[in-house]
């Protein structure tokens, strides 16, 4: 009977310590989302506003590119898109959810830190070791693929989806919130891809991925990635390239990560 009692406060240790971590990690969002909300003018005009102009450094970069390789189809979003709002209170909504969105992104390396800290204690001395500097590397990987996202595969889908049409006869007028519901699910979910090398370390790490599964779907994986890349594209070759190899690469990386984790793990094993 007191072993049960012992097992279970021994659980709810656990689910206090996790508690915490939670409203720690929960606390930071809430600070650095104020701190955005005061700062939302600069964060709007300097940062999610400027993608759809002419004179972002990525479109203007592009241009530059596509005057060398002489295609004009680089020149992306030569015309401001112009955004409207229909809501009495859509620009008060939108500034707390980019608020929100924004002390989000700040925080994420803290928020790793504190969800490994919970973790860490679980593992062995020798799998603490090999994981030496997971935060960093976890949320250094995470905010280079919200940099890539918003630098990269943002104007070429502000570009694509602003001057989309299905007949001439349709105008666009974009929402201020679709504007940036699209900039935040780009630039997260490419935050979330450049993770893919810490889930393949981890996936690896207790079997259920290897090398040999990666190497194997390797091509269903760069179709599927080419394919993307169409789709927020235009339709052209060298606009492709320029989003798909960062993505291959980190796949490829992903592969060389499996492959030593299983060779250490088939080690141990020996």
């Not at 310590?17 to 939302?40: D, K, N, P």
């Not at 241009?63 to 859509?90: A, E, Q, V, Y």
């Not at 693929?145 to 918003?150: E, K």
């Not at 919130?177 to 490419?190: D, E, G, K, Q, W």
Request: hydrophobic content about 50%.
């Amino acid at each position: 009977m007191k072993k049960d009692s012992a097992s279970e406060m021994t659980f709810l240790e656990h689910l206090e310590e996790l508690r915490w971590h939670i409203i720690r990690s929960a606390l930071a969002i809430v600070v650095f989302a104020t701190l955005a909300f005061v700062y939302s003018r600069y964060i709007f005009d300097y940062i999610l506003l400027t993608p759809k102009n002419p004179d972002f450094i990525s479109n203007r970069l592009l241009c530059k590119l596509g005057g060398l390789l002489h295609t004009s189809s680089l020149c992306i979003n030569s015309k401001p898109l112009k955004l409207i709002n229909i809501d009495m209170s859509g620009q008060f909504s939108t500034d707390m959810m980019v608020s929100v969105i924004a002390g989000l992104i700040i925080a994420s390396p803290f928020v790793i830190r504190e969800f490994w800290s919970f973790v860490a204690p679980a593992l062995h001395s020798n799998e603490r070791n090999h994981a030496r500097g997971a935060v960093f590397a976890i949320s250094s990987l995470f905010l280079l693929g919200i940099l890539f996202g918003y630098y990269m595969i943002v104007p070429f889908s502000v570009h694509f989806l602003g001057s989309y049409a299905v007949s001439s006869q349709i105008e666009n007028q974009i929402n201020l919130t679709s504007y940036f519901s699209t900039i935040a699910s780009v630039t997260l979910a490419s935050g979330l891809i450049f993770e893919l090398p810490i889930l393949a370390y981890f996936l690896s790490k207790i079997g259920i991925m290897s090398p040999q599964f990666m190497r194997k779907y390797r091509r269903h994986a760069i179709i599927v990635i080419l394919v993307v890349a169409a789709v927020i594209t235009p339709p052209d070759v060298f606009s492709q390239i320029l989003v798909s190899i960062p993505l291959i690469l980190l796949y490829e990386v992903s592969i060389v990560i499996s492959a030593i984790v299983t060779r250490r793990r088939n080690a141990q094993k020996n």
